[in-house]
């Protein structure tokens, strides 16, 4: 292809004449390249080479195949909680495994735990429990402690002000001093706690209600507290998810004394269900609605699963 060729000739090898002379052909001057070979494979950051062979001469060239770049996939944030560590978000390449953008880590925050409470004071045991609540994730921490005596019932000062416990639906007659006469009684909020005119105060929801009792210029307030779920927060008024995955709900309930047992219900099982821990699972493609109630307190959250 390159180099010029000759015809065949001969001469005498004792004097040297020519008895037939060689005639030049020149060089054809291309070459008959095949389809080429891979000699090196590309990857994400080095270039690969293809050779070429010469059907004729076997020459070869070859040509630089650019490196293919890396592709890149995202690592998704993972949320920290009270007692796991999470991560920021991430990247790296699916080919080779290089890492782009790395994850770091961050730590668990720990509890925020409430005041410790008393839940169970059942008279047949020696010990109570009492719980403490974590203000972020709700979670509940119970311990036993050792009983103590029950306290003498508190006799009502009309000077002072007195704070009163009651539980939901049930009634407790406040009684201000005898010589009081025609005493009159009001309540701050009759959603929590309503009074009749002869002192009777009913426990309706839960939360603070302020009872005011008053006889001419003397008055006294009284503070009634009914336990119970006051607030539902923490929940998505929406969330989407696929067929077969998983969703948790973690409410987070505002509550005066002791918050109610929380509940779930699915409005369609076939489309999603939901466990008595909050664990909704997608069943087939559609939307259904998950009601979570706390005492008298609900909320709704929709599902749409993919």
């Known amino acids: ?13 004792v004097c040297g004449e020519v008895i037939v002379p060689q005639s030049i052909i020149p060089a054809t001057g291309k070459h008959s390249w095949d389809g080429g070979k891979v000699t090196k494979t590309a990857t994400c950051v080095e270039n690969g080479i293809t050779t070429y062979t010469c059907a004729k ?33 991430g990247s790296h390449c699916s080919v080779c495994g290089e890492v782009i953008k790395a994850q770091e880590v961050i730590s668990a925050t720990g509890h925020s735990w409430g005041e410790w409470k008393v839940i ?36 009502v000062d009309p000077i002072n002000p007195s704070t009163v416990t ?12 005898s010589s009081w006469k025609n005493v009159k009684y009001s309540s701050s909020n009759k959603k ?18 302020k009872i005011t009792v008053k006889s001419g210029s003397e008055s006294i307030v009284y503070t009634i507290t009914v336990p119970g779920t006051t607030a539902i927060k923490g929940i998505k008024s929406s969330v989407s998810i696929k067929k077969g995955k998983r969703y948790t709900l973690k409410p987070k309930l505002s509550y ?10 699915s409005s369609n099982k076939k489309i999603a269900t939901v466990s008595k821990k909050g664990v909704i699972k997608g069943k087939k493609k559609g939307t259904a609605t998950i009601t979570i109630k706390s005492g008298k307190i609900t909320k709704k959250c929709k599902v749409k699963v993919k």
């Open 256 to 265: 005066t004394e002791k918050a109610d047992k929380v509940t779930y219900k």
């Open 166 to 177: 009651i539980t939901k639906g049930k009634t407790t007659i406040l009684k201000p001093d």
């Open 192 to 209: 929590v706690a309503t009074v009749d005119k002869k002192g009777k105060v009913k426990a309706a929801a839960a939360g603070i209600a």
């Open 120 to 155: 169970d004071e059942s008279t047949s045991s020696k010990e109570v429990v009492r719980q403490r609540v974590c203000k972020v994730c709700g979670m509940h921490d119970d311990e036993m402690i050792p009983k103590l005596s029950p306290a003498p019932t508190p006799t």
């Open 1 to 13: 292809c390159e180099e010029a060729g000759k015809t065949e000739g001969s001469h005498c090898s």
């Open 57 to 89: 001469c076997g020459t070869t060239r070859t040509e630089e195949i650019k490196a293919l770049g890396h592709t890149i996939v995202i690592d998704p944030a993972v949320e920290v909680t009270c007692e796991e560590a999470g991560k920021t978000e």
